[in-house]
Nanobody, 119 residues
Framework: QVQLVESGGGLVQAGGSLRLVCAAS????????MGWYRQAPGKQRDLVAT???????NYSDSVKGRFTISRDAAKNTVYLQMNSLKPEDTAVYYC?????????????WGKGTLVTVSS
């Protein structure tokens, strides 16, 4: 069974930084694209950033230049470095990944980690 576990969320003042970590574990053959999404209270879940297995990245306009996504293939882990945080970045952050497990390709989500940015 495959699972994604996020960590690194917390309370930070505006202008501060946080680093989120998402580790995949279980019966993993390989991992394709991985990403981070966020959901603010009362809003839909939105894309933050994605990273392909090739290393190609994609960011939402709202975080470009402030957030950096990266991954460590050997650790089955994806990171999100968040700098210059703003109150509007407050949300539950979820990671996702497309994982080949036992010859099946499936899409997995983590349970989320809360990021709160105070003004």
């Amino acid at each position: 069974q495959v699972q994604l576990v996020e960590s690194g969320g917390g309370l930070v003042q505006a202008g501060g930084s946080l680093r989120l970590v998402c580790a995949a574990s279980g019966s993993i053959d390989s991992i394709g694209a991985m990403g981070w999404y966020r959901q603010a209270p009362g809003k839909q879940r939105d894309l933050v950033a994605t990273i392909e297995s090739s290393g190609i990245t994609n960011y939402s306009d709202s975080v470009k230049g402030r957030f950096t996504i990266s991954r460590d293939a050997a650790k089955n882990t994806v990171y999100l470095q968040m700098n210059s945080l703003k109150p509007e970045d407050t949300a539950v952050y979820y990671c996702d990944a497309y994982i080949h497990s036992l010859s099946l390709l499936m899409h997995y989500w983590g349970k989320g980690t809360l990021v709160t940015v105070s003004s």
